[in-house]
């Protein structure tokens, strides 16, 4: 499995979290819909934070 940066790490936690799934499930369906879409990986993952969050996510790692 690839290294998977913020956003996506993100998207994946908003998914486990609505879901009550795993990563690898959570991963498992930002593929599905990335594939569905005919969108890259992390373009869905930024689609679904943007959803979320009204301005840049951001991460304790931007301090």
């Known amino acids: 499995?690839?290294?998977?940066?913020?956003?996506?790490?993100?998207?994946?936690?908003?998914?486990?979290?609505?879901?009550?799934c795993s990563q690898a499930e959570a991963m498992a369906i930002l593929t599905k819909a990335?594939?569905?879409?005919n969108l890259k990986l992390r373009d869905v993952a930024d689609k679904l934070v943007a959803s979320f969050?009204?301005?840049a996510p951001s991460t304790h790692f931007d301090d």
């Open 1 to 20: 499995m690839a290294v998977f940066r913020p956003p996506g790490d993100l998207a994946a936690g908003i998914i486990m979290g609505q879901n009550r």
């Open 34 to 37: 990335s594939s569905g879409r």
């Open 53 to 55: 969050a009204p301005g």
